[in-house]
């Protein structure tokens, strides 16, 4: 059974910087960030595939950059210019094939 263990949320104000982390216990070929917000459905904000291909929502390109690191089976979310409606529990997600695996979640809070 893969493992994802995110880090890196918490409070920042309007306009701030977080790093999200999310560390797999092995290899998997696509990796990415969706996120919940209070009421509303689950959405993938970012992925990337082991070969470095990436792909965004439209509500976070040009702030949002997603990264990994091949060896160490991590994948990054580098967010800036946050903003309120970017607060939301931010999950990680793992796809093998048609299997697909997710994190417990990290709540990211934008506010002053």
């Known amino acids: 059974q893969v493992q994802l263990v995110e880090s890196g949320g918490g409070l920042v104000q309007p306009g701030g910087s977080l790093r999200l982390s999310c560390a797999a216990s092995?290899?998997?070929?696509?990796l990415g960030w969706h996120r919940q917000a209070p009421g509303k459905q689950r959405e993938s904000v970012a992925t990337i595939t082991s070969g470095g291909r990436t792909d965004y929502t439209d509500a976070v390109k040009g702030r949002f950059t997603i990264s990994r690191d091949n060896a160490k089976n991590t994948v990054y979310l580098q967010m800036n210019s946050l903003k309120p409606e970017d607060t939301a529990v931010y999950y990680c997600?793992?796809?093998?094939?048609?299997?697909?695996?997710w994190g417990k979640g990290t709540l990211v809070t934008v506010s002053d």
């Open positions: 997600y793992g796809r093998r094939g048609t299997v697909g695996y």
């Open positions: 092995e290899n998997i070929f696509t």
